[in-house]
């Protein structure tokens, strides 16, 4: 499979190829236990479309799922969901420009559940019966998809790339294709599409899971021996030819985007077969350019930084140019500067090169993530692995296991200098090039000419050597006299320790082999966004700058350099009920983990710097928010569910103009430095060193006051019904509105069974609705259901759909959901509906319960509401106690079109 290369594949997995050139690859991983994952990959895309056909390879991935030879239309959807899969999450394709990838992941491993699945792959190989009428249903759907796809950022990295690619075909064939041919294409086109591109010779099938492999042959062997092309392989198609370039200069106008330049090199694509040599001049470049990054990250978080953020790196794309980039985004009138500071900084890094010390950093950094990666290989997910194979054979790479990885990481890095990573950057910033792009709202005054004026004029700048940066060590590994245990209780049926320090601070523990060298750490501090004035706005959106900020001794740049060699990290957010960090690390960091929250914690520096550049993001990502239906949606919803609450409110540009930097510490400090601490930790480690950790750190802070239970919550609640539905405006295409639609059920849990009905009817519902809305009408691609019910707020919690389609087919859609109410209250769903909901629901909690993730999110408050932990004990067993009868009483307490709370999001242009 993997012929012409020197690199060893991984040994657990086993490939193979059919006597019709059909290959496979087949892994017998048990993490989770029980499940399995399929993937078919198919080496065809948009790139091998006609120019009539442009659109159809993605229109034939959904046709995959609409009829086959053994699977009649509207069958494959409900056969997988009564076997427990869900539609989206574990039933899925998507299609790309060289590729087709169908994805099944199994919740079960019986041999009806695996047979099912390998059944309907191979009916998507060369079954399809690609009925016109069902074509023609979906077109509409897949039109919606492009309006929904079709945003200021897709049209911006579409303009970007193809600029890249100049000369290429795939400049030419974007797999979403052309509305035109969509709308009118006979499906005789598409048929010719499938015959001659889904091909046994062209596809790979990729079985993943707690399965023999032995017996899995057999089966592939069976089932897919038979497949035969139809006719003749077709001829390749003419790639292009990647076009010459010297220096240029291009603006694209993009409204309601971002502002980025960038600076771009491009050679031709070396199509060599995956080797070690190969790889190793990948990764030479590589760390010189994450050099350049770093030198660029650390110029962003300085004050009166010239831009908001910048990267770098070097990918193929698209199997047609090997690209080197430098982007920065800025402020729309500080596009000058970011432009002649990135390419000062590419200029000074190929004149000088990198230091021994920062090359010796990066080295340090990725040994860092591979030993990760090795020592959790045993338990690595099925799904991740299933992907990762369809990847390599996208990218025509070997796949090696994570310890082989290592061990030619360590190969290749061994005695490598900085001289020989220079010299690899002298040949990165070469070919076609340099490339300067102005990305932007509105163009310059001279518009190419004026961006290339900037360019020459910082070009005339002669650059100086870097300065050397000093070591740094990490300070914070002392916070006082470790902290004395005053309680200590298990849960022995959940696995849980809870201890209490004598300062107030709780540690809820649960060791797990889930992922091996794989732990997970929560602080939870006061009462949130529930603690805060619920009369007035507050900058809660400054919650990101917390990290940036650093700490008091150290600043962030200053935190990374200390910590190279340790997988560590914060993240910092605002929830309803607390102000809470993550961390995820490995077991062997553990200590260094709590170092760093507890000193994150304890002295946090709340830089204006940081402020500042937090708040210039918002800003400039704020008329993107205007730009979709979509959008507006993530903007608007939270707040106009909460009534309007400016806990719940999105910053308006006024209000994120008006802020200082002494409004983010003063919202800020109080909470963290005085709210009380709450502690849950995860994964591979022992009660002992947990509680041992835990006690040097947060158990040795100054004490805690224990905030007594408050019900003043502020009057958190659901809008009340309307006959009018709220409106809201984008700016995007006139063909492309929003709208939602929602009801008030209650919280989550002071009524668990409540809980269960609302989850399984909420899943009908939304089945219904892509059955009728999406499916029968194809008025639709975006339309989901979902219930939100708040573990914080008594009495808060409501059910919630929401649509992208046409503005005039937005009555339909409510006559829908009106229709489809009725009939709930009037009439009990019959088992097989009813089935049909619950077993993904189930399935998918199952497969959740077997991640840390899951145990991390649930351990909150898990100390002083036991509820909490019922709910975890219960939940399987309360799905499966739900009835058609629960539904319908369900249904005809909420599902009332007087209850009805409505939401529009309209083309600015049909007001």
């Given at each position: 499979?993997?012929h012409k290369s020197d690199l060893q594949a991984d040994p657990d997995v086993h490939f193979g190829t059919l006597a019709n050139g059909m290959r496979f690859a087949i892994m017998r991983n048990v993490t989770p236990a029980g499940q399995a994952a399929i993937r078919l990959h198919i080496a065809s895309g948009s790139l091998q479309e006609n120019g009539n056909q442009q659109g159809l390879a993605h229109?034939?991935?959904?046709?995959?799922?609409?009829?086959?030879?053994?699977?009649?239309?509207?069958?494959?959807?409900?056969?997988?969901?009564?076997?427990?899969?869900?539609?989206?999450?574990?039933?899925?394709?998507?299609?790309?420009?060289?590729?087709?990838?169908?994805?099944?992941?199994?919740?079960?491993?019986?041999?009806?559940?695996?047979?099912?699945?390998?059944?309907?792959?191979?009916?998507?190989?060369?079954?399809?019966?690609?009925?016109?009428?069902?074509?023609?249903?979906?077109?509409?759907?897949?039109?919606?998809?492009?309006?929904?796809?079709?945003?200021?950022?897709?049209?911006?990295a579409l303009e970007i790339r193809n600029s890249l690619l100049a000369g290429k075909r795939a400049t030419m064939r974007a797999p979403i294709g052309k509305t035109d041919i969509i709308s009118n294409a006979p499906v005789e086109l598409l048929r010719e599409y499938y015959w001659a591109n889904y091909r046994p010779e062209r596809a790979t099938l990729i079985v993943v899971g707690d399965i023999d492999?032995?017996?899995?042959?057999?089966?592939?062997?069976?089932?897919?021996?038979?497949?035969?092309?139809?006719?003749?392989?077709?001829?390749?198609?003419?790639?292009?030819?990647?076009?010459?370039?010297?220096?240029?200069?291009?603006?694209?106008?993009?409204?309601?985007?971002?502002?980025?330049?960038?600076?771009?090199?491009?050679?031709?694509?070396?199509?060599?077969?995956?080797?070690?040599?190969?790889?190793?001049?990948?990764?030479?470049?590589?760390?010189?350019?994450?050099?350049?990054?770093?030198?660029?990250?650390?110029?962003?978080?300085?004050?009166?930084?010239?831009?908001?953020?910048?990267?770098?790196?070097?990918?193929?794309?698209?199997?047609?140019?090997?690209?080197?980039?430098?982007?920065?985004?800025?402020?729309?009138?500080?596009?000058?500067?970011?432009?002649?500071?990135?390419?000062?900084?590419?200029?000074?890094?190929?004149?000088?090169?990198?230091?021994?010390?920062?090359?010796?950093?990066?080295?340090?950094?990725?040994?860092?993530?591979?030993?990760?990666?090795?020592?959790?290989?045993?338990?690595?997910?099925?799904?991740?692995?299933?992907?990762?194979?369809?990847?390599?054979?996208?990218?025509?790479?070997?796949?090696?296991?994570?310890?082989?990885?290592?061990?030619?990481?360590?190969?290749?890095?061994?005695?490598?200098?900085?001289?020989?990573?220079?010299?690899?950057?002298?040949?990165?910033?070469?070919?076609?090039?340099?490339?300067?792009?102005?990305?932007?709202?509105?163009?310059?005054?001279?518009?190419?000419?004026?961006?290339?004026?900037?360019?020459?004029?910082?070009?005339?700048?002669?650059?100086?050597?870097?300065?050397?940066?000093?070591?740094?060590?990490?300070?914070?590994?002392?916070?006082?006299?470790?902290?004395?245990?005053?309680?200590?209780?298990?849960?022995?049926?959940?696995?849980?320790?809870?201890?209490?320090?004598?300062?107030?601070?709780?540690?809820?523990?649960?060791?797990?082999?889930?992922?091996?060298?794989?732990?997970?750490?929560?602080?939870?501090?006061?009462?949130?966004?529930?603690?805060?004035?619920?009369?007035?706005?507050?900058?809660?959106?400054?919650?990101?700058?917390?990290?940036?900020?650093?700490?008091?001794?150290?600043?962030?740049?200053?935190?990374?350099?200390?910590?190279?060699?340790?997988?560590?990290?914060?993240?910092?957010?605002?929830?309803?009920?607390?102000?809470?960090?993550?961390?995820?690390?490995?077991?062997?960091?553990?200590?260094?983990?709590?170092?760093?929250?507890?000193?994150?914690?304890?002295?946090?520096?709340?830089?204006?710097?940081?402020?500042?550049?937090?708040?210039?993001?918002?800003?400039?990502?704020?008329?993107?928010?205007?730009?979709?239906?979509?959008?507006?949606?993530?903007?608007?919803?939270?707040?106009?569910?909460?009534?309007?609450?400016?806990?719940?409110?999105?910053?308006?540009?006024?209000?994120?103009?008006?802020?200082?930097?002494?409004?983010?510490?003063?919202?800020?400090?109080?909470?963290?430095?005085?709210?009380?601490?709450?502690?849950?930790?995860?994964?591979?480690?022992?009660?002992?060193?947990?509680?041992?950790?835990?006690?040097?750190?947060?158990?040795?802070?100054?004490?805690?006051?224990?905030?007594?239970?408050?019900?003043?919550?502020?009057?958190?609640?659901?809008?009340?019904?309307?006959?009018?539905?709220?409106?809201?405006?984008?700016?995007?295409?006139?063909?492309?509105?929003?709208?939602?639609?929602?009801?008030?059920?209650?919280?989550?849990?002071?009524?668990?069974?409540?809980?269960?009905?609302?989850?399984?009817?909420?899943?009908?519902?939304?089945?219904?609705?892509?059955?009728?809305?999406?499916?029968?009408?194809?008025?639709?691609?975006?339309?989901?259901?979902?219930?939100?019910?708040?573990?914080?707020?008594?009495?808060?919690?409501?059910?919630?759909?929401?649509?992208?389609?046409?503005?005039?087919?937005?009555?339909?859609?409510?006559?829908?959901?009106?229709?489809?109410?009725?009939?709930?209250?009037?009439?009990?769903?019959?088992?097989?509906?009813?089935?049909?909901?619950?077993?993904?629901?189930?399935?998918?909690?199952?497969?959740?319960?077997?991640?840390?993730?899951?145990?991390?999110?649930?351990?909150?408050?898990?100390?002083?509401?036991?509820?909490?932990?019922?709910?975890?004990?219960?939940?399987?067993?309360?799905?499966?106690?739900?009835?058609?009868?629960?539904?319908?009483?369900?249904?005809?307490?909420?599902?009332?079109?007087?209850?009805?709370?409505?939401?529009?999001?309209?083309?600015?242009?049909?007001?």
């Amino acid at each position: 499979m993997f012929h012409k290369s020197d690199l060893q594949a991984d040994p657990d997995v086993h490939f193979g190829t059919l006597a019709n050139g059909m290959r496979f690859a087949i892994m017998r991983n048990v993490t989770p236990a029980g499940q399995a994952a399929i993937r078919l990959h198919i080496a065809s895309g948009s790139l091998q479309e006609n120019g009539n056909q442009q659109g159809l390879a993605h229109f034939l991935e959904h046709m995959a799922f609409k009829g086959s030879t053994h699977v009649a239309d509207g069958e494959m959807i409900p056969i997988l969901q009564r076997k427990g899969l869900a539609f989206g999450p574990d039933i899925n394709a998507h299609t790309s420009y060289d590729e087709t990838v169908y994805e099944l992941n199994l919740p079960k491993v019986d041999a009806d559940t695996v047979s099912t699945g390998l059944m309907l792959m191979r009916e998507t190989a060369s079954e399809l019966t690609l009925d016109a009428s069902a074509f023609d249903r979906e077109r509409g759907v897949i039109l919606s998809e492009e309006g929904s796809r079709d945003t200021p950022q897709y049209r911006a990295a579409l303009e970007i790339r193809n600029s890249l690619l100049a000369g290429k075909r795939a400049t030419m064939r974007a797999p979403i294709g052309k509305t035109d041919i969509i709308s009118n294409a006979p499906v005789e086109l598409l048929r010719e599409y499938y015959w001659a591109n889904y091909r046994p010779e062209r596809a790979t099938l990729i079985v993943v899971g707690d399965i023999d492999p032995a017996a899995m042959e057999i089966e592939i062997r069976q089932r897919f021996g038979d497949w035969k092309a139809v006719g003749p392989p077709p001829a390749e198609p003419d790639p292009g030819t990647l076009e010459t370039k010297g220096e240029s200069a291009d603006v694209f106008v993009v409204p309601g985007g971002m502002t980025s330049v960038r600076i771009a090199w491009t050679r031709p694509y070396d199509a060599a077969p995956d080797t070690f040599a190969k790889r190793r001049t990948k990764l030479i470049e590589d760390l010189g350019l994450r050099v350049l990054e770093r030198r660029l990250s650390t110029i962003a978080s300085k004050a009166d930084a010239p831009f908001i953020s910048a990267g770098v790196g070097s990918r193929d794309l698209l199997h047609s140019a090997h690209v080197v980039q430098i982007a920065a985004d800025s402020e729309p009138d500080k596009w000058q500067a970011a432009l002649t500071t990135i390419d000062q900084e590419q200029r000074r890094i190929q004149e000088f090169g990198v230091g021994q010390a920062e090359l010796d950093r990066e080295i340090l950094g990725y040994r860092s993530i591979r030993q990760a990666a090795a020592a959790g290989a045993a338990t690595r997910k099925t799904t991740a692995i299933a992907s990762a194979l369809a990847g390599s054979v996208r990218d025509n790479e070997v796949f090696i296991s994570p310890a082989e990885d290592l061990s030619m990481f360590e190969t290749m890095t061994n005695g490598v200098t900085a001289a020989e990573v220079n010299q690899a950057l002298l040949h990165a910033f070469s070919g076609n090039g340099p490339q300067v792009v102005l990305q932007t709202t509105q163009s310059p005054e001279g518009g190419a000419d004026t961006v290339r004026q900037v360019y020459d004029a910082s070009k005339a700048i002669a650059v100086s050597a870097p300065s050397g940066a000093a070591d740094v060590a990490w300070p914070y590994t002392h916070f006082g006299e470790p902290g004395a245990v005053v309680e200590r209780r298990t849960d022995e049926d959940l696995g849980l320790t809870m201890v209490g320090f004598s300062n107030g601070v709780r540690l809820t523990v649960k060791p797990t082999k889930l992922r091996a060298n794989e732990v997970l750490v929560r602080e939870d501090i006061g009462r949130g966004r529930l603690g805060l004035p619920k009369d007035r706005s507050a900058p809660i959106w400054t919650s990101r700058a917390i990290e940036r900020s650093g700490l008091k001794a150290m600043d962030y740049q200053d935190i990374q350099k200390a910590l190279t060699a340790n997988i560590v990290g914060v993240d910092f957010s605002v929830g309803d009920s607390s102000f809470r960090f993550d961390g995820r690390t490995r077991t062997e960091d553990l200590a260094t983990q709590l170092q760093l929250m507890a000193a994150y914690t304890s002295d946090p520096a709340y830089r204006p710097e940081a402020f500042r550049r937090v708040q210039q993001e918002y800003l400039s990502d704020l008329d993107q928010y205007d730009a979709s239906p979509g959008d507006v949606v993530v903007r608007d919803l939270a707040g106009l569910v909460h009534s309007g609450d400016p806990r719940w409110t999105f910053p308006d540009r006024a209000e994120l103009s008006a802020a200082k930097p002494e409004d983010f510490e003063t919202l800020f400090r109080p909470m963290v430095s005085n709210g009380p601490i709450d502690i849950a930790i995860v994964g591979d480690v022992t009660v002992d060193d947990a509680i041992r950790m835990t006690a040097e750190t947060f158990g040795a802070l100054p004490p805690r006051p224990e905030t007594a239970p408050s019900n003043d919550w502020g009057d958190v609640r659901f809008p009340a019904a309307n006959k009018t539905p709220v409106l809201r405006t984008h700016s995007g295409r006139a063909d492309i509105a929003a709208a939602a639609l929602g009801v008030p059920v209650g919280d989550l849990l002071s009524d668990l069974p409540r809980s269960f009905t609302a989850k399984i009817a909420i899943q009908i519902f939304q089945n219904r609705l892509i059955d009728q809305f999406r499916i029968a009408e194809g008025a639709s691609y975006v339309l989901e259901g979902y219930v939100d019910l708040s573990r914080e707020v008594p009495g808060y919690g409501y059910a919630h759909f929401s649509v992208e389609t046409e503005p005039e087919k937005i009555p339909r859609f409510y006559a829908v959901v009106e229709e489809i109410a009725t009939d709930l209250r009037s009439h009990d769903v019959s088992p097989d509906e009813l089935a049909r909901a619950r077993e993904p629901i189930v399935e998918t909690l199952k497969h959740q319960q077997q991640s840390n993730e899951y145990w991390i999110e649930c351990l909150h408050h898990a100390q002083t509401d036991s509820r909490r932990l019922d709910r975890i004990r219960n939940s399987l067993t309360g799905y499966g106690k739900v009835t058609a009868g629960d539904i319908r009483v369900f249904a005809a307490t909420y599902f009332s079109p007087e209850k009805f709370w409505k939401f529009e999001v309209l083309p600015a242009t049909a007001r």
